[in-house]
């Protein structure tokens, strides 16, 4: 992969702060609360979830800790051989993922997460599997 001119966002900056932003709104946390327990200004979380800053390594460390994940979750589905890879059950988020499709993705999961019961989220997990693999038979 070419880099980027120093202008342009990086792809891996790009999805690294698309995980941040699913992660953060999977546990229902504001840019402020976020901010606040890893000490930034909720600016500089705007700025890292739509990759125009870097993270330092430090950072994602302490990032992954505020959302309870580890390190490698931010990494997860990138397309690191887009031709041969096969993509991880994980959401594919990447650069050309556009805003509208990411908030709807958003917009499903604090659905789903918003069921407080058990048996109606593998209802719903197994309906959308089906209508998945009804779509894979067309």
Do not use: C, W
């Not at 800053?53 to 950072?59: E, H, K, V, W």
Request: aromatic content about 8%; overall charge positive.
């Amino acid at each position: 992969m070419s880099r980027p001119k120093h202008s342009e966002r990086h792809p891996i900056d790009v999805h690294v702060g698309a995980r941040i932003r699913l992660r953060r709104n999977q546990l229902r946390l504001s840019q402020n609360e976020l901010a606040s327990k890893v000490g930034l200004s909720f600016q500089s979380v705007q700025k890292y979830e739509a990759g125009h800053n870097r993270i330092s390594a430090s950072r994602l460390f302490e990032i992954a800790q505020a959302l309870q994940v580890s390190p490698g979750y931010f990494f997860n589905s990138y397309p690191y051989e887009p031709a041969t890879a096969p993509l991880d059950d994980d959401i594919a988020l990447d650069a050309t993922t556009d805003g509208t499709r990411l908030r709807q993705i958003v917009s499903l999961i604090q659905g789903y997460f918003a069921i407080r019961d058990p048996e109606l989220q593998a209802d719903v997990m197994r309906f959308v599997s089906k209508l998945g693999a009804h779509n894979d038979r067309r």
